[in-house]
Every structure is written in C-alpha cells, then in structure tokens.
C-alpha cells in the first residue's frame, strides 16, 4: 500500500526508497546510457560511490520533506524498473519542485517514465506543490517527449548543475480548460 506521497499506477509501484535501495541505484546510474543524460562529458560517468549519495541524499529529501523520488519497481513481478517522483530544486535561484525521472535502459520506450511522471504530477498537485518544472539536457528527445506527454510545455533554456538544459514547466490553469 502506497502512502500518501507515494503511489500506484496500473504497472508501477512508485514508493519511498530505502537504504536496501543502494543496489538499484547503483545498477541505475552506472549503466552508461543513463549517463549519458544525467552526467554527460566532461564530467564522465557515475559510479558506485556516486549513486550512494544520489540515495542518500533521497532519503534525506523524503526526511526533510515527507516526499520525494520513489524507486519505481514493477508491480507484475516486483522487478526495479527505475528512478522518479519528486525533488525540490533551484532554477536561477527560485525554488521549484522538478520531476525526475530515469528508467533502466533495457526498459526504456515502454511508457514507464510517463507513468511514472503522470503520478509525479499526481502526487505534487495532492501535496498543493509547485512550482512545478522538469529538466533535461537539450538534445533528450525521450524526456521532452515525456514532458509533453504529461502536459508540462517548454519555457526557456537555463543553466543547471553546470551545464545547459530546457526548462519545461506545469501551469495549472490547464486543469480547468
């Protein structure tokens, strides 16, 4: 059962990591296809250290905060399926609250991320959360397809974690056209 800033799909069950989680993070942002997008050059690929403090510094998040990125796992067979949910952020030093999301490569193209990015979405707007924004490099093509899909549109570039990224933001007042 999933708590109030977790939650449940029809595939995935999106829940509050926990220390037990280090394998799957681990096994998630070591894999190079997933660096490519979340670490790309010059700063080179993630390793096991980094993925721990990735976790770590979730599950401080979800302590600080009482919500937070969820390990996704499969609600067939309990299978890790990836990283989403919800992580205050600062963008040109306003706080917003951005959506990640990162699936195992050999589970991309399924739909998961948008799943996964439509509960985000859920939860943040139960929670009375925002604003609410989602990042990826430029060239993402997959996760800006993502954000469309989920209703969040382009608003500019920006310069975030040291590198250039497009900057999509959720106006709510899409909710009641």
């Known amino acids: 059962m999933a708590g109030p ?6 595939r995935l069950s999106c829940l509050r990591p ?3 989680s280090a394998p799957e993070y681990r096994r998630l942002f070591t894999d190079p296809e997933v660096a490519r997008w979340l670490s790309p050059p010059p700063r080179g690929a993630f390793g096991d250290a980094d993925a721990d403090r990735i976790l770590e510094r979730d599950l401080l998040h979800w302590e600080a905060h009482g919500f937070g990125p969820w390990a996704l796992h499969s609600r067939d067979d309990g299978g890790f399926v990836g990283r989403a949910g919800l992580v205050w952020t600062r963008i040109e030093r306003r706080p917003m609250v951005e959506l990640p999301w990162a699936v195992l490569p050999e ?6 991320a948008t799943e996964a990015a439509r509960a985000a979405l859920g939860v ?4 009375g959360l925002g604003p609410l924004v989602s990042l990826t490099l430029p060239g993402n093509r997959a996760s800006r397809g993502v954000m469309q899909k ?7 570039e920006v310069h975030h974690a040291g590198l250039p990224h497009v900057l999509y933001g959720f106006d709510r007042r899409h909710l009641t056209s």
């Open 5 to 10: 800033a977790e939650a449940e799909t029809a």
């Open 18 to 20: 926990s220390p037990q």
């Open 107 to 112: 589970l991309q193209r399924r739909g998961f």
């Open 124 to 127: 943040a707007l139960g929670l």
């Open 150 to 156: 989920v209703g969040l549109t382009y608003e500019r």
